[in-house]
């Protein structure tokens, strides 16, 4: 189970080996308390203006369970972690090798035609129901394997000869696909393309929240693999950027991608899910236990069928990244 | 499995500690002593061992009943009920 904690004045902290959650409640100017055994809990997503004692932080070190703290728009500004590595130190030196050899190529070309495979997919579930777009849609469908094509076809060199032309094919794609997904809701949350920081209305808000979700997930599942999150193949070696979560998360975007527009899609979503901020949309306190609760639905206890067994879309990933590190490893 | 854990015991010093260690185990309190919660085989076998040690044969009496999903949701509950998505953990976020 995650725990979210979002109210300003809270506090965790530790009683009798459990965690124990105190909320303040300004209407009745009580103290509410929570009692959560460790072993149930999974991670902590907090949120700015809460207090978390240093028991509570060694309780969750010892149990496994990563402390986030978040932004506003739910992007994981960092975390507490064992400094344990969680695996063997030679996934981290292949992964270096691989991330400057050939190798490298291969596997951001991989990582990104699944990403665009998935737009495509997407785009023809929506044409489906949708006869008047149909045409439309699967144009910018067609277009789009086009592209995943042309990245295909790139071969030989190491990824940094391909980075532009990877970027430019993701980055065209990525806009006939969000032009696509704007025409097909609800003309009252229709779009202008991708925004963020802030986001400009609802749609971006949402989506922008469950990106943040997922790339705290896809951190942890690649620190558990004992994979390095700084160490990328694609994205640039930049300062302080956490370059392989940004390639990792690439074929898993289109969970938030698919969760975020079906509530748009089944009138889910209401006006007041969302305040105004300078220059756009923010979510507020109603918007994200909505969200969070059906994103975590979707990514935690719906099952897909994986490699011929029912799993979570949270245990896929999260076999993905052990397999990503295993893979490295066998080619010593 | 779902399992539920009930009580009677005489002393409150004994009661106390059985409290807590079911609610270590994972278990959430529905009665003042009744808990119900998801354990599995080795859990139940492990909290059974420590409340035997916390009892007084004599006088106490500990229940652990296992029960299934289908069972549970036929259950009748009147007046303060308990969330039975709660309690069989298939709520996996909370907020505070």
Same mark, same amino acid.
């Given at each position: 189970m995650q725990i979210f904690i979002n109210t300003y004045g809270t506090y965790l902290h530790v009683k009798d080996d459990m965690f124990e959650i105190k909320v303040k409640d300004k209407e009745e100017k009580k103290v509410k308390i929570n009692h959560i055994a460790?072993?149930?809990? $999974? /991670?902590f997503i907090v949120s700015k203006g809460s207090a978390i004692s240093t028991d509570a932080v060694a309780l969750a070190l010892k149990h496994n369970i990563d402390i986030v703290v978040v932004e =506003? *728009? %739910?992007?994981?500004m960092g975390r507490f972690w064992h /400094? +344990?590595? @969680? /695996? $063997?130190t030679k996934i981290r030196k292949r992964q270096l090798e691989a991330s400057l050899g050939e190798e490298g190529l291969e596997w951001v070309k991989q990582w990104i035609m699944k990403k665009l495979e998935n737009q495509a997919d997407y785009l023809q579930d929506l044409a489906k129901h949708r006869s008047t777009l149909l045409p439309y849609l699967q144009h910018q469908q067609d277009q789009i394997l086009n592209y995943r094509l042309r990245i295909k076809e790139?071969? %030989? %060199?190491? !990824?940094q000869e391909h980075a532009d032309m990877i970027r430019a094919m993701e980055g065209n794609s990525g806009r006939l696909y969000f032009g696509a997904l704007s025409k097909s809701i609800h003309p009252e949350f229709a779009f202008q393309g991708r925004s963020f920081? &802030?986001? +400009?209305d609802p749609f971006n808000a949402m989506l922008n929240y469950c990106y943040g979700i997922l790339y705290s997930r896809v951190e942890r599942s690649l620190m558990l693999a004992g994979?390095? &999150? #700084?160490? @990328?193949f694609l994205h640039r070696? *930049? #300062? =302080?950027?956490k370059s392989l979560v940004f390639d990792f998360i690439e074929p898993y975007r289109i969970y938030a991608e698919r969760c975020v527009f079906v509530l748009f899609s089944t009138k +889910? !979503? +209401?006006? /007041?899910f969302f305040d105004e901020i300078v220059g756009g949309v923010t979510l507020n306190a109603e918007g994200k236990p909505f969200l969070v609760e059906n994103f975590t639905k979707f990514f935690d206890v719906q099952v897909i069928r994986y490699k011929g067994r029912n799993q979570t879309r949270a245990n896929a990933l999260q076999l993905e990244a052990h397999q990503f590190a295993n893979r490295l490893i066998e080619k010593l | 499995m779902i399992t539920w854990v009930m009580y009677d015991i005489k002393k409150d010093k004994p009661r106390g500690k059985i409290a807590k260690a079911c609610l270590h185990a994972g278990l959430y309190r529905v009665q003042y002593s009744v808990f119900l919660g998801m354990l599995t085989a080795n859990q139940q076998d492990t909290l059974s061992l420590l409340l035997e040690e916390l009892i007084d044969e004599e006088t106490d009496s500990v229940y652990i009943f296992p029960m299934s999903k289908e069972e549970l949701n036929r259950t009748v509950l009147l007046g303060q009920a308990f969330d039975k998505e709660f309690v069989t953990d298939e709520i996996r976020s909370l907020f505070f």
């Open positions: 460790a072993h149930k809990i $999974t /991670s =506003n *728009d %739910g992007h994981p /400094s +344990k590595l @969680g /695996s $063997t790139l071969n %030989g %060199g190491v !990824v920081r &802030p986001a +400009k994979l390095d &999150p #700084y160490v @990328g070696d *930049d #300062y =302080n950027m +889910k !979503v +209401k006006k /007041s | -």
